[in-house]
């Protein structure tokens, strides 16, 4: 189990850059979220999907900001144009079973964005 | 609406002293709590977590929590704390039936002097 890959690990971008995160989901993982960490606001959710299928997308924080799932193991995090206040860690997890409710998230190790 | 409350940013003890980090939640309806670490450059990796039952649960590194219904609490412990244990401490909840959203804590940062 490869767990929870996300690339790149670090994104360093000028201000109105589009800037693309990608993660790749633990195989037979049905769920998958979007976090975003800063120091200011902890961790938030932006976004989660179910089978590819986008659930509540409520915490994207503007229109800047879209996410995809095309298919089972892969999905992205697209910022257009990016900001320097979009500077943080975004995290990507994935799970199995949420429905049970007690079924744990399975995190990636993040990428530090650093908007210019 | 549910939330989790980490009252400490910091806690500080000396390695072989026990550990204890503090989480207290709301939620309406039952709740359903996780903890979680994070070391430097790392994402968040799952420790415990309390679903029902025996309101002491054990966890991965020696780790355990209690859970406290009349305390709305949920503290993380360890008996004889690790200086590997230092690391960014997250508690977490979930309430069914009437989120699917997990919310976290803001974190608490544990340091563990040789």
């Known amino acids: 189990d490869a767990g929870v890959i996300q690339s790149p690990r670090h994104e360093v971008t000028e201000m109105g850059q589009e800037v693309t995160l990608r993660c790749k989901p633990i195989?037979?993982?049905?769920?998958l979220f979007w976090y975003r960490q800063t120091m200011m606001r902890g961790l938030e959710l932006l976004i989660y999907?179910?089978?590819?299928?986008?659930?509540?997308d409520s915490g994207m924080p503007e229109d800047r900001f879209s996410a995809k799932m095309p298919n089972a193991s892969f999905s992205t995090l697209k910022i257009q144009p990016s900001e320097p206040r979009d500077s943080a860690v975004y995290f990507c997890?994935?799970?199995?079973?949420?429905?049970?409710?007690?079924?744990?998230?399975?995190f990636g190790n993040g990428t530090r964005l650093t908007v210019t | 609406a549910q939330s989790v409350a980490q009252p400490e940013d910091q806690v500080n003890v000396a390695e072989g002293n026990p550990l204890t980090v503090k989480c207290t939640y709301s939620?309406?309806?039952?709740?359903?709590l996780f903890w979680y670490v994070q070391y430097p450059n790392r994402g968040l990796q799952f420790l415990l977590k309390?679903?029902?039952?025996?309101?002491l649960v054990k966890g991965s590194y020696g780790f355990e929590a209690e859970f406290n219904k009349s305390q709305t609490s949920f503290h993380l412990k360890k008996p004889s704390a690790l200086v590997s244990d230092s690391a960014l401490y997250f508690c977490?909840?979930?309430?069914?039936?009437?989120?699917?959203?997990?919310?976290f804590g803001a974190g608490t940062t544990v340091t563990v002097r040789a």
């Open positions: 997890a994935s799970s199995n079973r949420w429905t049970d409710y007690n079924s744990p998230l399975h």
């Open positions: 195989s037979g993982h049905d769920y």
């Open positions: 999907f179910n089978n590819n299928v986008p659930i509540d």
């Open positions: 939620v309406s309806g039952n709740p359903y």
């Open positions: 309390y679903i029902t039952g025996d309101n």
């Open positions: 977490a909840v979930r309430a069914w039936p009437n989120d699917y959203k997990l919310s």
